[in-house]
């Protein structure tokens, strides 16, 4: 792995990648923040030397370099999943080249279902701690204590200053933005009713089938690390309904500007 990240991150910064600062994961249906970009470069995931390639059709495959609020940030513009048949190692492969390539920061969004019922659909939730419920790790594989601590600490996975900022702000901009615990899933299908009550027993407040990974990771790597949920739908067992993806989508969309002024105030104080 260390000789395919080498190559890598020497192709990015041959095509222009200096030194940023800070990492942006963008989740489904939170695409547009790359318009208050200022961008300088930018590149398909299937041109990348040894990148995984997004097989979700509302995730655009593009890693993008720019800045935005005075900061150099690399941003991607759809992230993988093991639900499209990756490992874990090769879902969590950008952040090992974003970190190469220098950023201290990594901020991550994405789409989830509100288990917490005093949560409602389009609004968001700042990811205060998390379950992994995939199956694995991402740490799993021979020679990783070459690329960090084999036995990574999670006590705090969130960093904790930077969810206090992003509740600051939150409350000056008049956002609902409530804190909680994300639960992450393998997917694609969503959640039985059983599954629902299960995951509410266990404590989670969301639900999604990303994010975890990516998180580990950035300790592993001993990055900052903060992460907000766009909660587009209410996953109340004994009213389920049947769930669209496309109106997932379509409120991921809808919340979406509260989320670009979270990201970009944050990124302004950093």
């Known amino acids: 792995m260390i000789k395919f990240i080498t190559e890598t991150t020497e192709y990015l910064q041959n095509k222009g990648f ?36 997004a097989t979700v059709e509302f995730h655009k495959g593009k890693l993008i370099y720019g800045i935005l609020e005075g900061k150099k940030v690399i941003v991607m513009q759809g992230r993988f999943h093991i639900y499209e048949g990756y490992s874990l190692q090769d879902v969590t492969y950008p952040v090992r080249i974003m970190e190469k390539l220098g950023i201290h920061t990594l901020l991550v969004s994405n789409a989830s279902g509100a288990i917490n019922l ?53 409350k000056r901009h008049k956002i609902t933005l409530h804190k909680g615990v994300y639960a992450s899933v393998v997917g ?38 903060a992460a907000v949920s766009v909660l587009t739908d209410e996953c109340d067992p004994d009213n389920l309904k049947p769930v669209d993806i496309s109106e997932i989508i379509a409120m991921a969309e809808k919340a979406e500007p509260n989320m670009i002024i979270l990201f970009k105030e944050l990124i302004k104080l950093l």
Request: net charge negative; charged share 20%.
């Open 118 to 170: 005093n949560f409602k659909k389009g609004e968001l939730m700042l990811i205060d701690d998390h379950i992994n419920l995939q199956g694995s790790s991402p740490l799993a594989f021979k020679g990783v204590e070459h690329l960090g601590e084999r036995f990574t600490d999670m006590s705090n996975p969130y960093h904790t200053t930077l969810n206090s900022m992003f509740e600051t702000i939150a």
């Open 18 to 53: 200096d030194s940023p600062e800070i990492g942006i994961i963008l989740g489904t249906g939170l695409g547009q923040l790359v318009n208050e970009l200022e961008i300088l470069h930018e590149v398909s995931y299937n041109h990348i030397p040894n990148f995984p390639t």
């Open 188 to 225: 694609p299908q969503l959640e039985t009713r059983a599954e629902y009550r299960m995951l509410k027993i266990i404590g989670a407040d969301a639900v999604g089938m990303s994010t975890v990974p990516e998180v580990i990771v950035a300790n592993h790597l001993n990055l900052r690390v």
